[in-house]
């Protein structure tokens, strides 16, 4: 685990998922390793009540009725398609929930406008083709295939990316839960083994880059998962985020409580004047995500390290969050120092303490930008 | 207070929760005492002789209690807790079609702050409600009195601390949370809900606690999911303990010493004093009694709860002088939803599970004779009352045994997938079959995986979202709304025509000859020829008077108008009374007929502290369209008169020039003199304006359409007002007096200077060239043409200066300095069209050329070659004389000065008559010369 940069989910919480499938009572459909409730608890963490030995955490925050739901489609005959737009957690849910479902989520196809057919059903193994001919053993299953062979959960992320011809070979994959391979003779069909689902995720935003087909939509149960604006959910995802960002780069920084509070409500004031617009000029490029905001925290954090006194302050946060957010001069460089002086000023007028810091760093911020 | 008993029916449960609280607990004394003491509320509420019989609104499981009990006891009085004064109304409810509320209104306020009214209060009641049950009843059952003993609506007000964001104790404001935007949810106005049976956790945390281990999303899910499903079916015993248990135990969980508490516990007081008093004076038998109240209210430790308490009575104070009317408004679901912050779709969902457990359980609940949708009529009540028992311990069973499994209801969850379904295609989802299949598998999962034995309305909604919702939402409805319609959908109440108060009744008789169904909930068309049917014009005034006092959607005129001395000969209406009865209802409340209430309306619109002289001749102009009283339009114009002279802003001058140039011209249409007021309205305008000239033209705040809207009704007006006594000398000094900085009212008072003689058009001219000739005044020049264009209302016969400096602007003004002001101009001509635009036009079109062609040649008249000023014609007189008689001086200083210019002499032919005449006469010339201090000798010897 120490050699991986990033660990996928099984491996970084083996003990958990170990630990849960051996408390597990409950009956579990096809071939999980944990039974829906199980699954819930992984994702959403325990609560006294359950009962457990030891403390499972929250490891995705939103409402619990959107788990449940992807929980009990995957438990069903169709695939599971969260859409959501950017930095909203879709990718995280999708991989705790393979995660814990089968303790492999790797099986993942990326949709691209490069993803070709090959990259869901199966391609060949060129030289093994011309020594030894076309069999089994020369055919590459892609993740997907695999996932239906082993019985598990198959992951498709930005499936709107890819197009619409390609999207189209999930259709048969998730009617008749079979890929037939034509080039074969004999053996010539892989059959999903009970247990097999795909999770798939699109971007809101990019639903007009390859719009799924009719037939497609109906062979997914749609979970959308909307922004969090719930300030307590959202410090806790930034901060649970962070840490284990930080703990990758083996980076030990405080991040001061005042400081969150005001990256949470900046982001909050900038959403806020987005919802307000009445055109794109006017409001900013961003999605002003939770996941923007996790970036943001971790850049400032990284400068802090490497090129600061090793403390985050308010102003290197003001100076991540405009480089960050300012994507477009001038549109959203003027919608940031309007907002500096129309919102922060006052507000550092009036309360001080990390506002002043985080108002000079950001003018600063813009100054350079400009 | 009655103490509980040490031992009594409870003991062993009590020691139960006791020894669990020592068991479990991290601090048992606190655990222990909130047990312990909730086992003591039940004990207590159940030793009290008067039967307490706890409810929770909108519950099902309570209302099938209610009926049971009042089946089983027959009792001979009911105590409820409901607003006292609210009694008289519930006879009429036999009128009804439920949902309605009963409604208490107070527009005029004495007691209360003024700022709070109108006052509204309404109390909703659904069948499916055990308050519903027990008042249907009380009115079906011969010799059962029933008492409303809650506090009257004037003191829920009247407990309302003094402060702006204050809301009444037990009461909602509408629309607090969990509203959903809508025609029906908004059913009860901003009016303050009162329901019985408020039952909720006391602060946020513990609700969201309870939501939270619950597993559920919203409150009336959590109720549904562990009180309502398993009191469903129930023993009266089991349910009245559990309830009071509820009751005590959210009681116990909120802070101490909160205002709120503070108010609950006098309503408690106010309660149990009433129904003590009634005891007394009636002298029934407290055990035929029963008295139905919120849980809450069960588990009260007031020192007047009960019956054997020595503690003295709550002193009640007196209602306040404010006059209270009371009524009956329609209501629907999904605004008792919106009124008490109940999800979406709940009390649609409980009054499906009402039908279902009538159905279920063959009971036959009350109904009023005669009431709307009546399928069935409620048993007699007069069978043997059952005889009263001890309590028993049913708690300790109840709270120990395994939830009931009934098992899945295969059938209704098959009903409900295929119909939502079919619902969904109908509302544009491509939806099918597998679709049906893969809802009931979604849903008997997600029951599964939130603990339940059967998938509850919430699960299916939630199942259905997951495989119906896509992307986008094709038609008006999103899934989710689509199964609360099917789960029962939003039900509208209605209110019976008998029900209504006499202006309600009125207009819908008078509007009978339009031969509509003015109860329906469509809106309908209406078509009205005047000409043809004369019985037709009443309903057109009345009309037109409901236009006005009503919600703009409830009379809408789609063809024909009304306005001062035009009538339409055919009109068509879309009318949608039935679906605006609570408006016409509260229209009510304020008198007997339309023309008083219309009457009322535009007297308070005069009277009222935010009045203001333009507002006035509005109210006039209505109430000459509507009324056509002529002492009613006496009074209000003379308050016009008044409030006109008391303004010290000028910012409503453009409509009241506006208003009072109508109305004069409508008077002098259709009079043969203007009536009193709108002289002396002219005459106080025109002092009045004059007064404040000088300061408007220098104020800031006053626009430069404001400025020039007075002008306009100063000059445009001066004849009436010079005629009614004023002075012109005012205006001259009003206008002297002013001096202007901002360019666009320099321009203004340049006009008006030239409105007066007092700067000839020649000058103006001159000005302006300066203006635009200064290249430091030019950027602000489109400002002075902006005021110019605001005086061609009070000078028009400035257009065609205006016309000229407009082309000069253009054609001089360099583009950066142009373009920017366009938009200004356009967006001024835009918004005062009707007055500037005609006027700028016509003279445009006057001035430019009309065809193509003409343009070529066309040169603008302002720069024709202007002919060479003649020679000033010189009066003949002594002087002349002299200088004509003796040239050569005059020529040498010509010839000095360099003039060539041969002077005119007397010799010319066409004078000869004039030096004749002089010559004859001469006394005039001599007094000339006389003036001018000219030798007079010499001048008789030059003429000879």
Request: hydrophobic share 40%; aromatic share 6%.
């Given at each position: 685990m120490s050699e991986m940069l990033r660990a996928p989910v099984e491996v970084k919480y083996a003990d958990e998922l170990d630990y849960l499938a051996s408390v597990d009572t409950d009956p579990k459909p096809f071939s999980w390793r944990l039974s829906p409730r199980m699954v819930r608890l992984f994702v959403l963490g325990s609560e006294r009540a359950d009962g457990l030995d030891r403390v499972i955490p929250q490891k995705w925050f939103g409402d619990r009725s959107f788990v449940e739901r992807s929980i009990v489609t995957l438990a069903s005959d169709r695939g599971l398609l969260l859409l959501g737009d950017p930095g909203t957690g879709k990718s995280w849910l999708a991989e705790l929930l393979a995660a814990a479902i089968c303790r492999n989520s790797t099986l993942v196809v990326q949709g691209t406008a490069g993803t070709t057919e090959d990259h869901i059903k199966y391609s060949w193994n060129v030289s093994m083709v011309i020594s030894q001919g076309q069999s089994r053993k020369s055919m590459i299953p892609s993740p997907i295939m695999t996932a239906m062979e082993q019985g598990v959960v198959g992951r498709f992320e930005e499936l709107t990316r890819s197009t619409s011809d390609v999207q189209d070979a999930l259709i048969s994959i998730l009617s008749e839960k079979y890929v037939s391979i034509p080039e074969l003779d004999h053996d010539n069909i892989v059959f999903a083994k009970p247990g097999f689902s795909i999770i798939a995720t699109a971007n809101s935003r990019d639903r007009g880059v390859n719009d799924l087909s009719s037939a497609l939509k109906r062979r997914f149960n749609f979970v959308r998962i909307p922004v969090v604006t719930n300030k307590r959910s959202e410090a806790e995802i930034v901060r649970f985020r962070t840490e284990e960002l930080l703990r990758r780069h083996r980076i030990e920084v405080e991040v001061p409580p005042t400081l969150l509070d005001i990256l949470l409500q900046s982001f909050a004031d900038l959403r806020t004047a987005a919802a307000g617009a009445t055109s794109d000029d006017e409001k900013l490029e961003s999605a002003l995500s939770t996941a923007e905001q996790i970036g943001v925290l971790e850049d400032a954090i990284l400068h802090s390290q490497f090129f600061g006194d090793r403390a985050l302050r308010a102003e290197t946060l003001a100076g991540s969050m405009m480089g960050s957010l300012a994507r477009r001069s001038p549109e959203d460089l003027a919608i940031l120092n309007k907002y500096l002086h129309g919102v922060v000023e006052p507000r550092a007028k009036q309360d001080g303490g990390g506002w002043e810091g985080f108002l000079d760093g950001g003018r600063q911020a813009i100054a350079a930008l400009s | 207070m009655t103490a509980p008993v040490a031992g009594g029916p409870f003991a062993g449960l009590r020691h139960q929760l006791t020894a669990a609280a020592t068991a479990f607990a991290d601090s048992p004394d606190t655990l222990a005492g909130i047990l312990a003491g909730m086992i003591d509320d039940v004990d207590r509420a159940l030793a009290v002789p008067l039967e307490i019989f706890p409810v929770c609104h909108h519950s099902p499981a309570s209302a099938l209690a209610v009926v049971r009990r009042l089946r089983e006891k027959q009792p001979q009085v009911i105590y409820l807790e409901l607003c006292e004064d609210l009694r008289p109304l519930l006879g009429e409810l036999g009128n009804c079609r439920l949902p309605v509320a009963v409604q208490a209104f107070a527009s005029e306020l004495d007691g209360h702050p003024s700022e709070w009214g109108p006052l509204s209060i309404v109390a909703p009641l659904t069948e499916a409600?055990?308050?519903?049950?027990?008042?249907?009843?009380?009115?079906?059952?011969?010799?059962?009195?029933?008492?409303?003993?809650?506090?009257?609506?004037?003191?829920?007000?009247?407990?309302?601390?003094?402060?702006?964001?204050?809301?009444?104790?037990?009461?909602?404001?509408?629309?607090?949370?969990?509203?959903?935007?809508?025609?029906?949810?908004?059913?009860?106005?901003?009016?303050?809900?009162?329901?019985?049976?408020?039952?909720?956790?006391?602060?946020?945390?513990?609700?969201?606690?309870?939501?939270?281990?619950?597993?559920?999303?919203?409150?009336?899910?959590?109720?549904?999911?562990?009180?309502?499903?398993?009191?469903?079916?129930?023993?009266?015993?089991?349910?009245?303990?559990?309830?009071?248990?509820?009751?005590?135990?959210?009681?116990?969980?909120?802070?101490?010493?909160?205002?709120?508490?503070?108010?609950?516990?006098?309503?408690?007081?106010?309660?149990?004093?009433?129904?003590?008093?009634?005891?007394?004076?009636?002298?029934?038998?407290?055990?035929?009694?029963?008295?139905?109240?919120?849980?809450?209210?069960?588990?009260?430790?007031?020192?007047?709860?009960?019956?054997?308490?020595?503690?003295?009575?709550?002193?009640?104070?007196?209602?306040?002088?404010?006059?209270?009317?009371?009524?009956?408004?329609?209501?629907?679901?999904?605004?008792?939803?919106?009124?008490?912050?109940?999800?979406?779709?709940?009390?649609?969902?409980?009054?499906?599970?009402?039908?279902?457990?009538?159905?279920?359980?063959?009971?036959?609940?009350?109904?009023?004779?005669?009431?709307?949708?009546?399928?069935?009529?409620?048993?007699?009540?007069?069978?043997?009352?059952?005889?009263?028992?001890?309590?028993?311990?049913?708690?300790?069973?109840?709270?120990?045994?395994?939830?009931?499994?009934?098992?899945?209801?295969?059938?209704?969850?098959?009903?409900?997938?295929?119909?939502?379904?079919?619902?969904?295609?109908?509302?544009?989802?491509?939806?099918?079959?597998?679709?049906?299949?893969?809802?009931?598998?979604?849903?008997?999962?997600?029951?599964?995986?939130?603990?339940?034995?059967?998938?509850?309305?919430?699960?299916?909604?939630?199942?259905?979202?997951?495989?119906?919702?896509?992307?986008?939402?094709?038609?008006?409805?999103?899934?989710?709304?689509?199964?609360?319609?099917?789960?029962?959908?939003?039900?509208?109440?209605?209110?019976?025509?008998?029900?209504?108060?006499?202006?309600?009744?009125?207009?819908?008789?008078?509007?009978?000859?339009?031969?509509?169904?003015?109860?329906?909930?469509?809106?309908?068309?209406?078509?009205?020829?005047?000409?043809?049917?004369?019985?037709?014009?009443?309903?057109?005034?009345?009309?037109?008077?409901?236009?006005?006092?009503?919600?703009?959607?409830?009379?809408?005129?789609?063809?024909?108008?009304?306005?001062?001395?035009?009538?339409?000969?055919?009109?068509?209406?879309?009318?949608?009374?039935?679906?605006?009865?609570?408006?016409?209802?509260?229209?009510?409340?304020?008198?007997?007929?339309?023309?008083?209430?219309?009457?009322?309306?535009?007297?308070?619109?005069?009277?009222?502290?935010?009045?203001?002289?333009?507002?006035?001749?509005?109210?006039?102009?209505?109430?000459?369209?509507?009324?056509?009283?002529?002492?009613?339009?006496?009074?209000?114009?003379?308050?016009?008169?008044?409030?006109?002279?008391?303004?010290?802003?000028?910012?409503?001058?453009?409509?009241?020039?506006?208003?009072?140039?109508?109305?004069?011209?409508?008077?002098?249409?259709?009079?043969?003199?203007?009536?009193?007021?709108?002289?002396?309205?002219?005459?106080?305008?025109?002092?009045?304006?004059?007064?404040?000239?000088?300061?408007?033209?220098?104020?800031?705040?006053?626009?430069?359409?404001?400025?020039?809207?007075?002008?306009?009704?100063?000059?445009?007006?001066?004849?009436?007002?010079?005629?009614?006594?004023?002075?012109?000398?005012?205006?001259?000094?009003?206008?002297?007096?002013?001096?202007?900085?901002?360019?666009?009212?320099?321009?203004?008072?340049?006009?008006?200077?030239?409105?007066?003689?007092?700067?000839?058009?020649?000058?103006?001219?001159?000005?302006?060239?300066?203006?635009?000739?200064?290249?430091?005044?030019?950027?602000?020049?489109?400002?002075?043409?902006?005021?110019?264009?605001?005086?061609l209302d009070p000078v028009p016969g400035l257009a065609s200066f205006v016309v000229e400096l407009m082309s000069t602007a253009f054609a001089q003004l360099p583009d950066p300095i142009l373009l920017p002001w366009l938009p200004t101009l356009i967006t001024t001509l835009r918004e005062h069209g009707q007055e500037l635009v005609p006027l700028l036009i016509r003279e445009a079109a006057h001035t430019f050329p009309g065809t193509l062609p003409a343009l070529d040649s066309w040169e603008p008249p302002w720069v024709k070659a202007t002919p060479a000023p003649a020679p000033p014609i010189v009066p003949a007189g002594p002087v002349v004389g002299l200088l004509t008689g003796h040239p050569d001086s005059v020529d040498a200083i010509a010839g000095l000065l360099g003039c060539s210019n041969p002077w005119q002499r007397h010799a010319q032919p066409g004078r000869i008559e004039v030096v004749a005449l002089l010559a004859r006469h001469p006394d005039t010339a001599a007094a000339v010369v006389d003036l001018l201090l000219v030798d007079r000798t010499t001048a008789v010897v030059a003429q000879r």
């Amino acid at each position: 685990m120490s050699e991986m940069l990033r660990a996928p989910v099984e491996v970084k919480y083996a003990d958990e998922l170990d630990y849960l499938a051996s408390v597990d009572t409950d009956p579990k459909p096809f071939s999980w390793r944990l039974s829906p409730r199980m699954v819930r608890l992984f994702v959403l963490g325990s609560e006294r009540a359950d009962g457990l030995d030891r403390v499972i955490p929250q490891k995705w925050f939103g409402d619990r009725s959107f788990v449940e739901r992807s929980i009990v489609t995957l438990a069903s005959d169709r695939g599971l398609l969260l859409l959501g737009d950017p930095g909203t957690g879709k990718s995280w849910l999708a991989e705790l929930l393979a995660a814990a479902i089968c303790r492999n989520s790797t099986l993942v196809v990326q949709g691209t406008a490069g993803t070709t057919e090959d990259h869901i059903k199966y391609s060949w193994n060129v030289s093994m083709v011309i020594s030894q001919g076309q069999s089994r053993k020369s055919m590459i299953p892609s993740p997907i295939m695999t996932a239906m062979e082993q019985g598990v959960v198959g992951r498709f992320e930005e499936l709107t990316r890819s197009t619409s011809d390609v999207q189209d070979a999930l259709i048969s994959i998730l009617s008749e839960k079979y890929v037939s391979i034509p080039e074969l003779d004999h053996d010539n069909i892989v059959f999903a083994k009970p247990g097999f689902s795909i999770i798939a995720t699109a971007n809101s935003r990019d639903r007009g880059v390859n719009d799924l087909s009719s037939a497609l939509k109906r062979r997914f149960n749609f979970v959308r998962i909307p922004v969090v604006t719930n300030k307590r959910s959202e410090a806790e995802i930034v901060r649970f985020r962070t840490e284990e960002l930080l703990r990758r780069h083996r980076i030990e920084v405080e991040v001061p409580p005042t400081l969150l509070d005001i990256l949470l409500q900046s982001f909050a004031d900038l959403r806020t004047a987005a919802a307000g617009a009445t055109s794109d000029d006017e409001k900013l490029e961003s999605a002003l995500s939770t996941a923007e905001q996790i970036g943001v925290l971790e850049d400032a954090i990284l400068h802090s390290q490497f090129f600061g006194d090793r403390a985050l302050r308010a102003e290197t946060l003001a100076g991540s969050m405009m480089g960050s957010l300012a994507r477009r001069s001038p549109e959203d460089l003027a919608i940031l120092n309007k907002y500096l002086h129309g919102v922060v000023e006052p507000r550092a007028k009036q309360d001080g303490g990390g506002w002043e810091g985080f108002l000079d760093g950001g003018r600063q911020a813009i100054a350079a930008l400009s | 207070m009655t103490a509980p008993v040490a031992g009594g029916p409870f003991a062993g449960l009590r020691h139960q929760l006791t020894a669990a609280a020592t068991a479990f607990a991290d601090s048992p004394d606190t655990l222990a005492g909130i047990l312990a003491g909730m086992i003591d509320d039940v004990d207590r509420a159940l030793a009290v002789p008067l039967e307490i019989f706890p409810v929770c609104h909108h519950s099902p499981a309570s209302a099938l209690a209610v009926v049971r009990r009042l089946r089983e006891k027959q009792p001979q009085v009911i105590y409820l807790e409901l607003c006292e004064d609210l009694r008289p109304l519930l006879g009429e409810l036999g009128n009804c079609r439920l949902p309605v509320a009963v409604q208490a209104f107070a527009s005029e306020l004495d007691g209360h702050p003024s700022e709070w009214g109108p006052l509204s209060i309404v109390a909703p009641l659904t069948e499916a409600s055990a308050e519903y049950q027990a008042i249907v009843y009380a009115l079906e059952t011969p010799g059962v009195e029933l008492v409303l003993v809650d506090r009257s609506t004037d003191h829920v007000f009247q407990w309302l601390p003094r402060t702006p964001e204050a809301q009444p104790d037990g009461a909602v404001q509408a629309g607090e949370e969990g509203g959903r935007p809508g025609d029906d949810a908004a059913l009860h106005g901003d009016a303050v809900g009162v329901e019985v049976g408020d039952l909720r956790p006391g602060f946020a945390e513990l609700e969201a606690y309870l939501l939270h281990h619950g597993k559920v999303r919203h409150w009336s899910e959590w109720w549904d999911q562990y009180v309502e499903q398993p009191l469903a079916d129930a023993d009266h015993d089991t349910y009245r303990q559990v309830m009071v248990l509820i009751g005590s135990l959210f009681r116990r969980l909120r802070p101490t010493h909160s205002e709120r508490l503070d108010r609950d516990e006098d309503r408690e007081r106010y309660m149990w004093t009433r129904m003590r008093e009634h005891l007394a004076t009636s002298g029934v038998d407290p055990g035929r009694c029963l008295y139905i109240c919120g849980a809450f209210h069960a588990a009260s430790r007031v020192e007047q709860f009960g019956l054997a308490s020595d503690a003295p009575g709550y002193e009640i104070s007196p209602r306040t002088g404010t006059r209270w009317r009371y009524g009956l408004i329609p209501s629907s679901h999904s605004a008792i939803e919106a009124q008490f912050g109940l999800a979406p779709g709940s009390v649609s969902i409980a009054a499906a599970t009402w039908t279902k457990a009538l159905k279920r359980s063959g009971l036959t609940p009350y109904r009023l004779e005669g009431q709307r949708g009546t399928r069935t009529r409620g048993r007699d009540g007069r069978d043997t009352a059952a005889p009263a028992t001890g309590p028993t311990d049913r708690l300790s069973s109840f709270l120990t045994a395994p939830p009931e499994l009934n098992g899945i209801d295969e059938a209704e969850l098959r009903g409900w997938c295929v119909d939502i379904v079919r619902l969904a295609r109908r509302n544009g989802y491509l939806a099918s079959t597998a679709d049906a299949i893969a809802v009931y598998e979604t849903s008997t999962l997600l029951a599964g995986l939130r603990n339940r034995t059967r998938p509850t309305p919430y699960d299916f909604t939630d199942a259905a979202v997951t495989c119906i919702e896509k992307d986008v939402v094709p038609g008006r409805r999103d899934v989710r709304r689509l199964c609360e319609i099917l789960l029962g959908g939003d039900r509208v109440g209605r209110v019976g025509y008998e029900a209504l108060p006499p202006l309600a009744r009125d207009v819908l008789e008078r509007l009978r000859p339009l031969g509509l169904d003015l109860q329906k909930r469509t809106v309908q068309r209406a078509l009205l020829d005047l000409h043809a049917d004369s019985r037709l014009a009443p309903c057109s005034d009345l009309l037109w008077m409901l236009r006005y006092l009503l919600p703009h959607d409830a009379v809408r005129p789609i063809m024909g108008e009304r306005r001062l001395g035009h009538r339409s000969i055919q009109e068509s209406w879309d009318v949608a009374l039935g679906r605006n009865q609570r408006a016409l209802i509260e229209l009510g409340y304020e008198g007997v007929t339309v023309e008083q209430v219309l009457e009322q309306r535009l007297r308070r619109a005069v009277r009222g502290p935010q009045a203001t002289a333009a507002g006035a001749l509005a109210a006039i102009e209505d109430a000459i369209r509507l009324l056509g009283s002529p002492r009613l339009i006496g009074e209000l114009g003379t308050r016009a008169v008044e409030l006109l002279a008391t303004e010290r802003t000028v910012d409503d001058a453009p409509d009241v020039l506006r208003r009072i140039r109508r109305l004069l011209t409508h008077h002098r249409a259709t009079a043969t003199a203007l009536p009193a007021w709108c002289e002396a309205f002219v005459a106080a305008g025109y002092t009045h304006y004059c007064t404040l000239l000088p300061s408007a033209f220098v104020d800031e705040q006053a626009g430069v359409r404001q400025v020039g809207a007075m002008l306009g009704f100063l000059f445009s007006m001066e004849n009436l007002a010079l005629s009614l006594g004023c002075d012109r000398t005012q205006l001259e000094l009003a206008v002297a007096q002013a001096h202007p900085e901002a360019p666009a009212k320099v321009a203004l008072h340049w006009a008006a200077r030239h409105q007066l003689g007092l700067l000839p058009l020649t000058e103006l001219r001159d000005c302006c060239a300066e203006l635009l000739a200064n290249p430091l005044v030019v950027p602000i020049f489109p400002q002075y043409l902006s005021g110019f264009v605001q005086a061609l209302d009070p000078v028009p016969g400035l257009a065609s200066f205006v016309v000229e400096l407009m082309s000069t602007a253009f054609a001089q003004l360099p583009d950066p300095i142009l373009l920017p002001w366009l938009p200004t101009l356009i967006t001024t001509l835009r918004e005062h069209g009707q007055e500037l635009v005609p006027l700028l036009i016509r003279e445009a079109a006057h001035t430019f050329p009309g065809t193509l062609p003409a343009l070529d040649s066309w040169e603008p008249p302002w720069v024709k070659a202007t002919p060479a000023p003649a020679p000033p014609i010189v009066p003949a007189g002594p002087v002349v004389g002299l200088l004509t008689g003796h040239p050569d001086s005059v020529d040498a200083i010509a010839g000095l000065l360099g003039c060539s210019n041969p002077w005119q002499r007397h010799a010319q032919p066409g004078r000869i008559e004039v030096v004749a005449l002089l010559a004859r006469h001469p006394d005039t010339a001599a007094a000339v010369v006389d003036l001018l201090l000219v030798d007079r000798t010499t001048a008789v010897v030059a003429q000879r």
